[in-house]
């Protein structure tokens, strides 16, 4: 049995440039029981989570999209760390299609990529192995109309049209939307919805309450902060007893 530790602990390392088309960040909790009735709220990224329950058990998984809020697992972790893939990950990293995880995901060999529950008790090792690993699962060719898909969304906080996109992609709105769904599970619209809510998440931390992006009005902000995160964003920016952990992130600034 492990010896219980009341302090909630967290770090984030963002990726190597090198990697930065497949892997967003690496992140660790120690002790994410510590938040009572924490909520996850999506993000747009791919998980891989491997975590040590306090009776010493080892668990890899995946984790899809998320599409709603979800409240934290209520098992009793010492350690969780995590891989946030960007979505390019899923076809040319993970090899697989995560559409089938959608507010879900599943177990993972408990060997996967090498990994042991060992790999739990240094944070800066297990970023180094990680990137190794996934440096070494980059195919030497990578369709460039979906690199450039996901970096203009990114830059754009989601806020593109699909028309547009398309043709400067060369590549048809309704190819694309194929492959969103075939891969994640939902379509470019919903994705950018998502992204544009994590972008907005700021603004919200810092106490603006009114939107910043193009939303269409206060009261569509306000449906698409409730659809998203559960809450309004007033609620949202009290985050009251720290839920919401996607805060974390702007508390270690």
């Known amino acids: ?73 209520k098992q009793t972790f010492t350690k969780f760390f995590s891989i946030s893939f960007e979505p390019l990950a899923v076809e040319y990293i993970l090899r697989t299609e995560v559409a089938g995880l959608l507010n879900s995901g599943k177990k993972m060999p408990d060997n996967f990529w090498g ?35 996901f970096a203009e969304l990114r830059m754009a906080n989601g806020e593109v049209k699909v028309g547009e996109i398309a043709e400067k992609l060369g590549w048809s709105s309704r190819q694309i939307n194929q492959y ?4 994640l599970g939902v379509s470019l619209k919903t994705y950018c919805r998502i992204l544009r809510f994590q972008s907005s998440l700021r603004h919200i931390w810092e106490g603006e309450l009114y939107p910043q992006l193009s939303y269409t009005d206060q009261s569509h902000f306000i449906k698409e902060v409730k659809k998203l995160s559960g809450v309004s964003p007033k609620e949202l920016s009290r985050n009251e007893n720290s839920r919401f952990l996607q805060f974390l992130v702007y508390d270690k600034e």
């Not at 930065?20 to 996850?40: P, R």
């Open 115 to 149: 990994f042991t529950a060992e790999d739990l008790f240094d944070f800066e090792a297990f970023c180094l192995k990680a990137s190794r690993v996934i440096t070494s699962l980059i195919p030497n060719e990578v369709d460039q109309r979906k690199q450039l898909l």
């Open 1 to 73: 049995m492990i010896p219980p530790d009341d302090n909630l602990q967290f770090r984030l390392v963002e990726a190597d440039q090198a990697i930065s088309d497949f892997v967003y960040c690496f992140s660790a909790f120690h002790n994410l029981v510590a938040i009572e009735e924490g909520i996850i709220i999506p993000n747009g990224k791919i998980d891989l989570v491997l975590s040590l329950n306090d009776e010493g058990q080892f668990h890899i998984s995946l984790l899809g999209l998320e599409t709603e809020p979800k409240m934290t697992p």
């Open 180 to 183: 969103f769904n075939r891969f």
